[in-house]
């Protein structure tokens, strides 16, 4: 067993070297849970928690997520490339869905 005074000399070091570190707070990732991801993507909790319970099924509705302890986490840089690609997705593909319209008919008819 080491003397007191070893003891007290290195927790001054590991004191001196954590204070000599500055973390940015831009650094560090911000963490989403699953209520913000609920309230972000207007679905409730337990929405959100089924999804993530059945990833097989529903794996691609919610972003890359994780688990600290019991909590879900996701990444707040993950929500927001999601919500890129599905952006880039849903962009128009110049093709009109659905049927069209009396008008776009007789048009068409009249060409």
Known sequence: MKPRSQIGALLQEINNLDSTKQ????TLPRVLFTENIAEFMGLSVRTILF????KKTH?????RWFKLNRRLIW???????????AQEASADTGRPRGRPTKVEQV????K
């Open 59 to 63: 794996g691609d509705k919610l972003p």
């Open 51 to 54: 999804y993530t319970g059945n």
């Open 23 to 26: 973390y940015a707070a831009s």
């Open 75 to 85: 990444l707040e840089s993950d929500v927001l490339e999601f919500i890129r690609q």
């Open 107 to 110: 048009r068409r008819a009249s």
